[in-house]
DNA sequence: TCCGTTGTTGCAAGTCGTTCGCAATAAGAC
DNA sequence: GTCTTATTGCGAACGACTTGCAACAACGGA
């Protein structure tokens, strides 16, 4: 774990368990958004409940933000990852496509000068059809 | 009860209950988005697990459709209603603000043209902060 | 109008994702 | 090493739904 994150860690009354720093390690690791669950499923070792407080813990300190996803568990990602990314999440095989957050931007400044609404474009993933799925029969969503 | 949605309501082996009619009602009374809890609140003969399926055999049948918000219940609202307007949902205040779904028709043809991928912009609120909580300390959501 | 089929309802229990209370443990400052 | 107190694990609780099941009641037909 590199020093910044400790530091980064150790602010604010903060010590690193086992827990936490395993925690840190497998979200370090992933290449996209993972689950709360899924870092369950990875740290066998750890209690749920702990994954959950250092998710949180986490959050607080700007190391992670997670995205809500229309149905189900939110996703977990490393914030400067988030940053410049946003989530296509397809209803029918669940797949996540990444796009630039850029996409999203005169969307986000048209509703900011019309309703004074600042978008948290990065707090929902956009739910739809991936092109494999067009044509299967709609879900229960 | 108009004969139009008694039509809608009969199609498909489907008859109407005491609870299904008046989860109707009370939907079609409502001037905005509503929880399945709201609904329960204002019909306490009725159980809230017949409401739940009420709404979704509602749902399938074309009648409203859910909105997911980040956090919480999902809210329902005529599908006609729906069809032309879109959410802002603010995280700090929980108030619902109503924009014009052609505000992400281009945003929807981009991302179709760019990825294949069909946008349900209706399936979410879009979550953020309204002008009046600009100012209030970030949620813990 | 009565009948029978089968969709609908209510209740209680179950599920999923996540949070919380509490006592035991262990970081890290001194 | 000591001591304070953050962190952990466990299990229970929670919110939002869903589901199994037996009782009930629509509605098409006789």
Redesign the pocket.
Known sequence: MQERTLEML?SG?????????QVVDVLAAQPGPI???GVIDLLP??????V???L??LEELGYVRHVHLAH???LYELTDRLASVRHLVCEVCGNTIQIPAALLSSLSRRIERDYGFVLDSGHFALPGRCASCQRTEPGPH
Chains 1, 2 share one sequence.
């Open positions: 150790r009354n903060r010590r690193i368990g086992k827990a936490r720093r689950t709360a669950d070792g750890v209690s749920a409940s702990s959950y407080r250092s949180n813990v189900g568990a939110a």
